[in-house]
């Protein structure tokens, strides 16, 4: 058992700052409830538990001691045996230079309006089958748990600076160049969500989604059941980066491509890494029809209970065009074109609903008298947030 927090780590670290100002507005209630915890505690010999592990496991738990005892016990365990107190900025893991060239991210642009902490990743430009050529999972989490303590540091002496209880970061995910490919990242994505939410839970305050594109909704499907529920309500989906970005966040912490003056995020050269093998993943997502002559094809797709992103992509055999057409029905009746009718060989795009709607795909080869079309396509739905 530990007999100070300075065994735990630096006081920014442990958020010491934050938690000043905290307790002084803590209701009765959730006082209670953070002494009965730390009894618990110290019964069962964890001595002098830093606040700040307390109050995020409360708030995890909807301040319920007993379910915050049992994670908390958990974390304390991983914390001391992985020695994360000693994860400071001077002692960065080996491998992040890996991690930076391979996910493309930053840490230190600044805050957003309300002072948490931002977290940049170029996610598009991760390049996941380099990532698992050259480090392995433990590396990893270990580097992502280097960086999460950074931004407990950073989160810190904002709250010395705001004057504010910060304790959250706000992350922005820019898909700029997903593709199929990024599937083999997924082992790697689904291991640090579910990392966080047993050691950092609901850290991340909220996601902002940038350039989704068209493949966003096969992303968002894919993800989404490896999601913690407080990250699928954190997320939103914006518009266009450079009018909408600068509402949440000052200029200077934003890159000029989101309309700010702050530091681009900059992506490294790779070729000092242990190549890989290419992955391609084009095929298998795409359903292939054939679409005899003078026929149509029509696929509809539903956001049944909100607004949905959708997207879709298509690709003709044989360099043959095909009409093809995108119209969405909103609840209200209205009907939007979403894609105007034309003779395609090739078309992918993306669309954004006010509400809950009806999307209908046509595929229209009814002009060719002999030549039947086959198409390879991908069309889908994300109902999510859109950052209003």
């Not at 000693?86 to 230190?108: G, R």
């Not at 504010?164 to 082992?187: E, V, W």
């Not at 002559?293 to 797709?301: F, N, Q, R, S, V």
């Amino acid at each position: 058992a530990m007999s100070d927090t300075k065994s735990w780590g630096g006081s920014d670290y442990l958020l010491e700052d934050c938690m000043k100002i905290l307790l002084k507005d803590l209701d009765a209630e959730k006082k209670k409830a953070l002494d009965s915890l730390g009894e618990a505690l110290t019964k069962s010999g964890h001595k002098d538990v830093p606040t700040a592990f307390l109050i995020r496991f409360l708030e995890a738990t909807s301040f319920d001691a007993t379910k915050a005892f049992e994670k908390v016990t958990v974390f304390l365990k991983w914390y001391t045996d992985s020695k994360i107190g000693e994860l400071t900025m001077e002692k960065e893991p080996k491998a992040n230079l890996i991690m930076q060239k391979c996910i493309p991210h930053s840490v230190t642009n600044g805050c957003d309006n309300d002072g948490n902490p931002v977290y940049i990743e170029l996610t598009g430009k991760i390049q996941c089958a380099l990532l698992a050529a050259n480090i392995s999972k433990e590396d990893f989490i270990n580097c992502h748990s280097w960086g999460m303590q950074q931004m407990l540091a950073k989160a810190n002496e904002s709250a010395k600076k705001t004057g504010k209880p910060i304790r959250k970061i706000t992350m922005i995910t820019d898909l700029q160049d997903i593709g199929f490919s990024h599937r083999a990242g997924l082992p790697y994505i689904s291991a640090t969500m579910s990392h966080d939410d047993l050691y950092y839970p609901k850290f991340v305050g909220k996601i902002y989604i940038v350039n989704g594109g068209y493949l966003f909704p096969l992303v968002w499907s894919t993800l989404k059941p490896y999601m913690p529920q407080w990250i699928i309500d954190s997320v939103e989906v914006v518009g266009d980066a450079k009018t909408e970005m600068p509402k949440y966040f000052p200029k200077e912490t934003l890159p000029p491509e989101y309309g700010g003056s702050g530091a681009e995020i900059k992506v490294l050269d790779t070729s000092d890494l242990k190549s890989a093998a290419a992955t391609t993943y084009d095929g298998e997502e795409l359903t292939e029809e054939n679409i005899a002559a003078g026929d149509k094809l029509e696929i509809t797709i539903d956001a049944e209970n909100r607004a949905g992103t959708f997207g879709w992509y298509f690709i003709s055999e044989g360099d043959y065009d095909i009409g093809f057409s995108v119209s969405v029905e909103e609840k209200d009746g209205t009907v939007v074109e979403a894609r105007k009718y034309d003779k395609l060989i090739t078309d992918k795009g993306t669309y954004t609903s006010k509400g809950p709607c009806k999307v209908t795909l046509t595929w229209d080869n009814s002009y060719s008298f002999l030549t039947s079309k086959t198409i390879k396509f991908y069309a889908s739905v994300a109902e999510v947030n859109n950052a209003q």
